[in-house]
């Protein structure tokens, strides 16, 4: 069913950079096999699964959407892959994205755009615009993506769907392609609540293989979901509803609080003051790993290989020439000028106490408050082709996630209602670990 969707729907969404029929086929017939040897059912057991492009899998094509990749075949599955086949879930291929998952709108993909299903003219969000186009287009059950500063949460807003980033350090990150080590997240994207928690129950804890992965017991993710939320206190920052942000979307949260409050929580305006420093605190370090972490795309040890080099600096020059596309280079550039003797103090050390600064605020609001909610972006989709000529404009799109992945903490994005025929998402924001309160709140209000 999966596949047949995919091939009526695929030519207009584009979700799509590689498929796995053959191996899905032979996954599917060994779990059938495996059942009627009376085996039990895994979690996830035979679910249609996407997985982004910048998650290895093994013997199956992981590009990051970058050319620089496009004949990578990976020798090792990443956590997530192996915890998705131990769940028993199948993987019908991977999802396209912006490339090294640098972007919001799935332009910056070295291969094509994906489109937006509820509307083709239209971004699906980034970077994981891929795997939230799959899931909202209905040709997979969920799929996993990776959030740095919003990939997860902006991309399903925009589709209509529900994308979850945890706490930093609660899934594993190895085998994910690096991007800004200190903020990537993986996460699932998923047409429920509901889902979100079964595969979040599923590919959380503790990996030795991740350096920065936290060991800490994991709940019960799926009996959080009670339907109740009677007294909760939520946070709604007073930055995330002003300037910028369009009048439609603010309508659409005010009723999401309303709704809140029928239900019996309550909620106050708050203020978390730094956020203005956010964007620009985030495109430091964020550039700045990512120059770090690309280093290793030399042409030697991964992906493709600059023909005729005169030499071998000429050999790493013509081949990241070739294989990286301009967003990625422009980061790359920025980084490396951040980080450089002379500019660290005043650019990438400052930016390191300004996150500080940043996570305090959270910290603050949350001594009285369980959860924070606001606008997951401050419109809705737009237009392919309007904002790639201006990555100012594009990066702002993020204002209201950033914030939340330089404090490390939990977030989901579920829909709320549409303007001019567009998805709307709420974010709703919990303390580290408390993916469960996120979760229950999240699945009383949808
Ligand atoms: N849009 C942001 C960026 O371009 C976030 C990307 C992400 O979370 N991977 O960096």
């Not at 945890?166 to 990150?173: D, F």
């Not at 800004?180 to 047409?191: F, H, R, V, W």
């Not at 936290?214 to 007294?231: E, Q, R």
């Not at 050999?315 to 660290?344: C, D, H, N, P, W």
Request: with cysteine; charged share 20%; net charge negative.
């Amino acid at each position: 069913a999966s596949y047949a969707r995919i091939a009526e729907t695929d030519a207009s969404v584009q979700a799509f950079l590689t498929l796995n029929e053959e191996g899905a086929r032979a996954a599917a017939a060994e779990l059938d096999r495996a059942l009627a040897d009376g085996g039990e059912q895994g979690l996830l057991f035979g679910l249609p699964a996407g997985i982004k492009d910048n998650i290895v899998t093994e013997g199956l094509r992981t590009t990051c959407a970058s050319q620089f990749l496009r004949n990578y075949d990976p020798i090792y599955d990443a956590t997530v892959a192996k915890k998705l086949k131990s769940a028993q879930a199948v993987t019908i291929g991977k999802l396209n994205m912006d490339e090294f998952a640098m972007g919001g709108s799935n332009e910056n993909s070295g291969f094509h755009p994906t489109r937006n299903p509820w509307n083709t003219d239209y971004v699906p969000g980034g970077s994981s615009g891929g795997s939230a186009a799959s899931v909202a287009a209905g040709q997979v059950y969920f799929a996993l993506g990776s959030d740095t500063g919003g990939s997860i949460r902006q991309p399903a807003a925009y589709c209509g769907i529900v994308g979850l980033k945890p706490t930093y350090g609660l899934v594993s990150r190895y085998g994910l392609v690096a991007f800004a080590s200190s903020l990537d997240q993986i996460g699932p994207l998923t047409k429920n609540v509901e889902d979100s928690a079964y595969v979040l129950q599923a590919i959380a804890g503790y990996d030795a293989n991740d350096s920065t992965s936290a060991n800490v017991d994991i709940p019960d993710y799926v009996g959080a979901l009670s339907g109740d939320v009677k007294g909760l206190r939520i946070g709604v920052p007073k930055e995330y509803l002003g300037q910028g942000i369009d009048p439609k979307v603010k309508e659409a949260v005010l009723e999401a609080l309303k709704r809140f409050e029928s239900l019996g929580a309550t909620w106050e305006e708050v203020s978390l003051p730094h956020t203005e420093y956010a964007v620009a605190t985030y495109y430091l370090l964020a550039s700045s790993e990512a120059s770090s972490n690309l280093a290793r795309f030399d042409g030697v040890r991964y992906g493709v290989r600059a023909d005729n080099p005169d030499n071998l600096l000429d050999l790493y020059r013509k081949s990241r020439s070739q294989g990286f596309g301009q967003e990625v280079k422009r980061r790359i550039m920025l980084g490396t000028y951040a980080l450089s003797s002379g500019y660290y103090d005043a650019y990438y050390l400052k930016a390191q106490k300004v996150r500080t600064l940043i996570k305090r605020d959270f910290d603050d609001v949350f001594e009285k408050f369980d959860l924070i909610v606001g606008p997951t972006a401050p419109t809705t989709a737009f237009p392919i082709g309007e904002q790639i000529g201006d990555p100012l404009t594009m990066y702002l799109n993020d204002i209201c996630t950033i914030p939340v992945s330089l404090a490390g903490v939990p977030a989901i994005s579920v829909p709320c209602g549409f303007a001019d025929g567009l998805p709307v998402g709420l974010q709703i924001i919990g303390k580290a670990f408390d993916e469960r309160t996120v979760l229950r709140a999240a699945h009383a209000y949808e």
